[in-house]
Structures are given as C-alpha cells and as structure tokens.
Antibody
Framework: QEQLQESGPGLVKPSETLSLTCTVS????????WNWVRQSPGNGLEWIGH???????NYNSSLKSRVTISLDTSKSQFSLKLSSVTAADTAIYYC???????????????WGQGSLVTVSS | QSAVTQEVSVSGTVGQKVTLSCTGN????????VGWYQQISHGAPKTVMF??SLPSGIPDRFSGSKSGTTASLTISGLQPEDEADYYC???????????FGGGTKLTVL
C-alpha cells in the first residue's frame, strides 16, 4: 500500500517561494509520474505538474513560469517550488501518484492527505 | 473554461442508480482513459475508478464506462456514504497536461 505525505510551511508571505515535499513510502519511485494538485477554497482540483521517475517534467501552462518540481530518488521524495506567490495561491496542496497508462499520466491512484498553505503577510 | 466538463450537481435517493458524466473532446477523453475521484467533506480525494477498473476496496456498486468523448461513473444502489464531490481527470495531448473536470456534487436524498 503506497503512502504519500506532504510536508512544508503552512504560511508563506506574498512574493516569496512556496516549498513543499512529498515523502513516498511502500513502493518504488520507479515507473510512475509524481504529481502536485491543489484546491483553493471553494474550488475544484487543479493540476500543477508532475515529474516522471526519469526526471522529465510537465507543468500546467498557467503556472509554468513559477513552478519547479524535482525528485530525490535516494530519499523517495519529490518537491514543489512555486515562486512569487500571491493570495490566489492559498490552497490545499496534494501530492499524488499516477501510473504510466498508454504512455501518459492519465489518472491518479494514490493521494497524500493534503497540506494547507496560506499566503499572507 | 475547462477542457473537461461535469454536471454541477446530481441527486438521488438511497438504493437508486445514478450516473455522473465527464465530457471532453478528441484530445482528451476521446483518446485516453479517465480517472474518477471521490472527495467527502473537503477531505483528500480518493480514487474510485480508473477506466473501467475498480481499485481495491471500492464497492462494486461503482462502475465506469466511456463512449466517444464522454466518460461515465455509475453508482448502482446509492448509499448515504456516497454523498460527496466527484471529479474526473485524464490527459490532454494538445495541452500536454492533466485536466480535471469541475466536479459534481452528489447529494443523497
């Protein structure tokens, strides 16, 4: 049974960089896409981006200029950095695993519990 | 405007069969399988279907299907604990991105 756990500061100041880490336990990092998804208050799910275990990344075009996702296979962790944050980035941030399906990340099979990040001075 | 759309709300009574839909285009649902996620009271999403495969531990009253550019999640024998928000997702090759539907609020009357 795969388990994912987000960690990081719950409060970030405007214009600073949001940093979160997802620790994976139970299975190998290999063979999967590792994703970040967020949900702002009262809204639906928004895909931020993912990293394949080989290091290849894809990002949501609306966030691409501010997002970096990286992978540390030795620690079974992957991380999210979102720069120049504003109040609009206040959300619950989830990490999630996506198996390779038809060569793509089509669906998510495991999710973390989520980490609330508030952007405020 | 999301690339994939869902009904805003659906309701049903206990024991009834309900179907939630997820409509896209040839670039997404028309080309790839769809995942479905249940979110109860703003908790973490839980995967209840991918393609027409049921994850371990999900009751078999949940089933999935797809026809053309529309995917469906059917719940047969609706239970009170099925009341939740349901989201669908898939890959969109023109956007090179995962796309989510806006979510459907399922109310069990």
């Amino acid at each position: 049974q795969e388990q994912l756990q987000e960690s990081g500061p719950g409060l970030v100041k405007p214009s600073e960089t949001l940093s979160l880490t997802c620790t994976v336990s139970g299975d190998s990092i290999s063979g999967y896409y590792w994703n970040w998804v967020r949900q702002s208050p009262g809204n639906g799910l928004e895909w931020i981006g993912h990293i394949y275990y080989t290091g290849t990344t894809n990002y949501n075009s609306s966030l691409k200029s501010r997002v970096t996702i990286s992978l540390d296979t030795s620690k079974s962790q992957f991380s999210l950095k979102l720069s120049s944050v504003t109040a609009a980035d206040t959300a619950i941030y989830y990490c999630a695993r996506a198996p390779l399906y038809g060569g793509r990340a089509v669906y998510f099979d495991y999710w973390g519990q989520g980490s609330l990040v508030t952007v405020s001075s | 405007q999301s690339a994939v759309t869902q009904e805003v709300s659906v309701s049903g009574t206990v024991g009834q069969k309900v179907t939630l839909s997820c409509t896209g285009n040839i670039n997404n649902i028309g080309s790839y399988a769809v995942g479905w996620y249940q979110q109860i009271s703003h908790g973490a999403p839980k995967t209840v279907m991918f393609g027409n495969s049921l994850p371990s531990g999900i009751p078999d009253r949940f089933s999935g299907s797809k026809s053309g550019t529309t995917a469906s999640l059917t719940i047969s024998g609706l239970q009170p604990e099925d009341e939740a928000d349901y989201y669908c997702s898939t890959w969109d090759y023109s956007l090179s991105a995962v796309v989510f539907g806006g979510g459907t609020k399922l109310t069990v009357l």
